[in-house]
């Protein structure tokens, strides 16, 4: 499941002179790869990308990823980790906002539990600036990015909220035969909650749109970006709730390298077919008895025969 539990929600919008129309929350997405990358084919994301799962957060783990990440996306229990989070980012706002050029919008309450939606939008939104992913021309995510883009955080938020093909896609996404948990409703409370990070102009920037800004983590280091995605998520989130179980991670990373383990083959399969296939191998090893940190290793040693 996703989505912090957001304020409030109004009567919806006025439609001229008339009664207001309470427009649909959006549903939650899953914590699933499949799910990502299924909406960002149904919104226009050319292949060559897609998300997977990150087994284990700790430098050695990370070492046998597919590279390179160019987004990483984490859920995490809202209630034990917000609050403390604005407390200590108070009165920060000013030098620990991201670059200018970040592109980010603001979660308004009319989504309701959107924010797995908003997370890949704030990352195609500016993977697609500067190039690294491709979007089909005249596609949903390339219409509204092309508008959206020149607006204010709000105004962009807005214009996501009514943007009805982003939604129609998103909803599509959250009810498909793939998602592994029966999707919550739309007036559902859940506690979990997506961002994504990204980098923007050599930093490592974290995209929330509840938190009200884009949040400036420092520049990425020579260990890389992944790994330094990953020591925030271990001292920022994980700290805070160290044994709760509601936290999953994801990245973004080129389908050929993921499935070859070299960076080459695989550029003809879908993000759907990849990340099946990615996480099938990765489940015949351990089904032979191999620790994840070994299956992921002789994974990428083999070129994806787990032959």
């Not at 783990?61 to 403390?84: D, G, I, N, T, Y």
């Not at 603001?106 to 979007?135: P, S, W």
């Not at 990373?253 to 070299?262: K, N, T």
């Amino acid at each position: 499941a996703d989505g912090a539990e957001p304020p409030p929600v109004g009567e919806g919008v006025a439609d001229g002179d008339g009664p207001k129309k309470k427009k649909p929350k959006w549903l939650p997405l899953e914590s699933n790869p499949e799910i990502l990358n299924g909406f960002m084919e149904r919104v226009g994301v050319q292949g060559g990308w897609a998300f997977v799962d990150v087994l284990g957060l700790d430098p050695q783990m990370l070492q046998f990823m597919p590279q390179p990440a160019v987004a990483v996306c984490l859920l995490f229990p809202s209630k034990a980790v917000r609050k403390p989070r604005l407390e200590a980012l108070d009165g920060k706002e000013d030098w620990r906002r991201a670059p200018a050029s970040t592109f980010y919008l603001i979660q308004h309450k009319e989504f309701g539990n959107a924010c797995g939606t908003i997370a890949a939008v704030h990352a195609m939104g500016n993977l697609a600036r500067t190039g690294i992913v491709q979007l089909q021309p005249g596609s949903p995510i390339e219409q509204f990015l092309s508008v959206a883009g020149g607006m204010s955080p709000d105004d962009a938020g807005r214009a996501l909220v009514n943007a009805s093909e982003l939604h129609e896609a998103s909803d599509s996404a959250a009810k498909s035969e793939k998602a592994q948990t029966k999707t919550p409703g739309r007036d559902d409370k859940v506690d979990g909650h997506f961002v994504v990070f990204v980098e923007v102009g050599g930093r490592v920037v974290e995209l929330d749109g509840c938190m009200g800004f884009p949040i400036d983590h420092g520049a990425v280091s020579p260990e890389g970006f992944l790994q330094d995605v990953g020591a925030v998520i271990r001292d920022e989130f994980m700290a805070r709730a160290p044994d709760n179980p509601l936290f999953s991670v994801m990245a973004l990373v080129p389908a050929s390298a993921a499935a070859s383990g070299s960076g080459s083959g695989g550029g003809d399969l879908s993000m759907e077919d990849f990340a099946a296939l990615y996480h099938a191998q990765v489940e015949a090893l351990t089904g032979m008895g191999f620790p994840r940190e070994s299956a992921l290793e002789a994974l990428r040693a083999s070129g994806g025969d787990v032959d």
